[in-house]
Nanobody
Framework: QVQIVESGGGLVQPGGSLRLSCQASGAFSVYAMGWYRRAPGKQRELVARIDVDDTTNYADSVKGRFTISRDNGKKQVYLQMNSLNPEDTAVYFC??????????WGQGTQVTVSS
């Protein structure tokens, strides 16, 4: 069974940075992967996606501030988050980028941006 474990969240001041990591098991390199977030009172949204050829796409709200990358050998996906603001406060999850390919969701990692 495919498992996903996210890590790297925490409390950071506005303007700060964090790097999230996602460890996956099972088939990995053949799937586009994504980082998602669920902010308080809002639905989960896809914020960054990386395809099998390393093509990336970002939600407008994070474009220019977040960078997604992957290491197929380690079965890991990363999200470098810079210039964080309070609107980035959310639980962050990773999963396959295509809904019909989703596997069981992990616990996520909490990111809180506050002074």
């Amino acid at each position: 069974q495919v498992q996903i474990v996210e890590s790297g969240g925490g409390l950071v001041q506005p303007g700060g940075s964090l790097r999230l990591s996602c460890q996956a098991s099972g088939a990995f390199s053949v799937y586009a992967m994504g980082w998602y977030r669920r902010a308080p009172g809002k639905q989960r949204e896809l914020v960054a996606r990386i395809d099998v050829d390393d093509t990336t796409n970002y939600a407008d709200s994070v474009k220019g501030r977040f960078t997604i990358s992957r290491d197929n050998g380690k079965k890991q996906v990363y999200l470098q988050m810079n210039s964080l603001n309070p609107e980035d406060t959310a639980v962050y999850f990773c999963n396959r980028a295509i809904e019909r390919r989703w596997v069981n969701w992990g616990q996520g990692t909490q990111v809180t941006v506050s002074s």
